[in-house]
Nanobody, 127 residues
Framework: QVQLVESGGGSVQAGGSLRLSCAAS????????MAWFRQGRGKEREGVAA???????LEADSVKGRFTISKDVAKNTLYLQMNSLKPEDTAMYYC?????????????????????WGQGTQVTVSS
């Protein structure tokens, strides 16, 4: 069964850190383009960061310098290291497989670029 399973969400105070994981099964992410999205309450889902098969990364302006996307090919797992968290980072975070054509520019992928979603993991940042 092909699926993406996120973990690592939780509650943290502002300024703290969390690392999200996304374990892929049923296929390998080595040459795939992958991304993290988030959706806050009452907000649209937005791209946060993406990584191409060759390792090139893109980050949304709102998280640049604070969030880092990476992958461990041996573990077939995608990560999102989140530092200096802010209350506005509170959201459900989703791992996704995206079409690599969406990473040819400087902007992170959009929802329409996603071909596979994980179920999400909640991140709550308190002030």
């Amino acid at each position: 069964q092909v699926q993406l399973v996120e973990s690592g969400g939780g509650s943290v105070q502002a300024g703290g850190s969390l690392r999200l994981s996304c374990a892929a099964s049923g296929y390998t992410i080595n040459h795939e383009c992958m991304a993290w999205f988030r959706q806050g309450r009452g907000k649209e889902r937005e791209g946060v960061a993406a990584i191409a098969g060759i390792g090139v990364t893109l980050e949304a302006d709102s998280v640049k310098g604070r969030f880092t996307i990476s992958k461990d090919v041996a573990k077939n797992t995608l990560y999102l290291q989140m530092n200096s968290l802010k209350p506005e980072d509170t959201a459900m975070y989703y791992c996704a497989g995206v079409y690599c054509s969406s990473m040819r520019g400087r902007d992170v992928p959009q929802e329409a670029d996603v071909y596979r979603w994980g179920q999400g993991t909640q991140v709550t940042v308190s002030s």
